[in-house]
């Protein structure tokens, strides 16, 4: 009903708009007086948390996303080895696992099959096992060692928004505890993002506040046939869950690709308008990066591709090659991802609506698939 949906004409606008209040609730009580993690229902034991060797993710869909963009933090933070895999390919391909793997399940509703499964098998192996998720009491994390929730509230809409930021949210919270409670030389670094987690969902609703012209943007593409997302580091799988949204609400071709990978084939795509987003890292900190992917853009554009850039407030280098420039605020590069993806969420929503497409309920996808 119209009530249920506050006053928004569905349920995914929302759920866009709730992402502040989602990205707070699930970091409350978990932050402490003196500015450490506390996560007191991580009901892991320490010595099984230093002890381990592996982090190993599994996850589904909008969940794997959230899960390639932890492995960046993980692996940072920690200096523990961490992979990631799609749930439905990991248990058939004899995992290697053992009492010093933690395997991390990220689901929202708790119930995905796949992802159950590869829980399952984890377990079995020795694995110790924490389910990040949504849903209260749900199977995944009944069937875990130890559960961190995320506190999105209910998510209705079958494309997944809030639960995306809160999940990346908990990810953080568990590669800046293991790397607190690990001791690395990032400590200096580990107290200072803290801080920056706190004030996040300010950020977030700042990126909420100035989207009128991305939903413009949508409008006018919405006869397009393919749009086409580049990034790198974490902004490639946030590539990817751009892609990921326009696909099952717009119903159009779109499709995510690293960066770097442009010379290597994509490149062989761009033809004259065609849209290419690009989530462009942050100038300060790996620098490099940012460079590379602005002449990506440059080289993009000399090739009549219509450029979308989703760049830092500040960053000037990208002006002169952004054919559409959306801002974000500026945050620690690995965070990023929890403003940078906020546009995207906001673009394949609004060239659904433009498309005449169900959003909430988009053809052919259930909101938990519960079978293999
Ligand atoms: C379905 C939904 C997706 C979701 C995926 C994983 O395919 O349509 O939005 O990302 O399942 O769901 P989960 O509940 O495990 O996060």
């Not at 990066?289 to 407030?313: C, F, Y």
């Not at 929890?338 to 659904?352: H, I, Y």
Request: hydrophobic share 45%; charged share 25%; proline share 5%.
């Amino acid at each position: 009903s119209a009530a249920e949906k506050g006053g928004y004409d569905y349920f995914m606008l929302k759920e866009i708009a709730e992402q502040p209040k989602a990205v707070a609730d699930t970091l409350l009580g978990r932050i402490n007086v003196e500015g450490a993690l506390t996560l007191d229902d991580l009901r892991i034991p320490s010595r099984v948390l230093r002890a381990a060797d592996k982090v190993v993710i599994v996850a589904c869909g909008t969940a794997f996303h959230a899960g390639l963009i932890a492995k960046y933090a993980i692996e940072h933070w920690t200096r523990i080895p961490c992979e990631v895999e799609l749930a439905s390919e990991f248990r058939y391909r004899d995992p290697i696992l053992n009492t010093r793997t933690l395997v991390v399940a990220i689901s929202q509703s708790g119930e995905t099959m796949d992802t159950l499964m590869a829980l399952r098998h984890a377990r079995d192996q020795g694995a110790t096992v924490l389910a990040i998720c949504n849903t209260n009491g749900s199977t995944i994390p009944r069937e875990s060692d130890a559960v961190l929730y995320t506190h999105a509230g209910p998510e209705v809409a079958v494309a997944s928004t809030k639960a995306f930021l809160t999940q990346l949210v908990a990810c953080y919270l568990v590669a800046l505890y293991l790397g607190q409670l690990r001791g690395t030389k990032y400590g200096d670094e580990i107290r200072a993002v803290i801080r920056e987690l706190s004030r996040v969902s300010h950020e977030v609703e700042r990126v909420l506040e100035t989207m009128e012209p991305v939903r413009e943007l949508a409008r006018s593409l919405a006869d397009k046939k393919t749009v086409l997302f580049l990034g790198r580091h974490v902004g490639y799988p946030v590539a990817l869950e751009g892609a990921l949204k326009l696909k099952e609400l717009a119903y159009m071709h779109a499709e995510g690709f690293a960066a770097g990978e442009l010379k290597h084939g994509p490149i062989a795509l761009i033809e004259e308008d065609v849209p290419v987003v690009v989530v462009v890292p942050s100038p300060r900190g790996r620098s490099v990066l940012h460079d590379k992917i602005v002449s990506n853009i440059q080289e993009i554009r000399a090739r009549g591709a219509r450029t979308i850039v989703i760049a830092e407030e500040g960053d000037e280098a990208v002006v002169p090659y952004a054919d559409h420039l959306i801002r974000i605020p500026v945050t620690p590069t690995l965070l990023q991802p929890l403003v940078s993806t906020v546009p995207l969420q906001v673009f394949a929503c609004e060239l659904a609506t433009a498309r005449g497409n169900e959003v909430d309920q988009p053809r052919n996808l259930a909101k938990s698939v519960t079978v293999e």
